[in-house]
């Protein structure tokens, strides 16, 4: 018995591969906090590209100068660009009536005398897969569309 006492007594003293414990239970911890700012990071930056595609549409249309590109010439202007197909690029036609925006579904300002000033709002839009993707485990981003837009005024 007081064998067994001593051995315990022994033990609780003794620290030796206690930095070996404590590195087994934080290691994984820091591995998918790191894996998880590696995909938050690649994220963005897919993000980014699609804003930089979106804006590269509208650089297009203001290098047009007077003569506006229709919509199919700056989705193939983007696509070439991008390697991403015309079908993820959308473009609108929003316009403001006076300074206030006015309903996509009306054909124009409510009165004759309002300023009309017409916007092309060009979205690129495409799928994004995150690195670490272990479900309930590891999702820390979910998979899906990223978009970005960019509006320009039109001549």
Known sequence: MSTLVTTLRRLRRDKEGAAVIETAIALPVLLMLAFAFVDLTQAFAFRMTMQEYAQSGA???????????????????????????????????????????????????????????????????????????VASFADFMPSGDIAASATVRMP
């Not at 079908?87 to 124009?108: K, M, Q, V, Y």
């Open 59 to 133: 650089d297009f249309v203001n290098a047009s100068g007077q003569d506006t590109p229709t919509d199919t010439e700056v989705k193939t202007a983007i696509s070439q660009l991008s390697g991403l197909p015309t079908s993820a690029i959308t473009i609108i036609h929003p316009f403001d009536c006076n300074g206030r925006s006015a309903s996509l579904e009306s054909n124009g300002c409510p009165n004759v005398e309002d300023i009309r000033v017409d916007y092309m709002k060009i979205t690129v839009k495409s799928s994004y897969t995150p690195v670490l993707k």
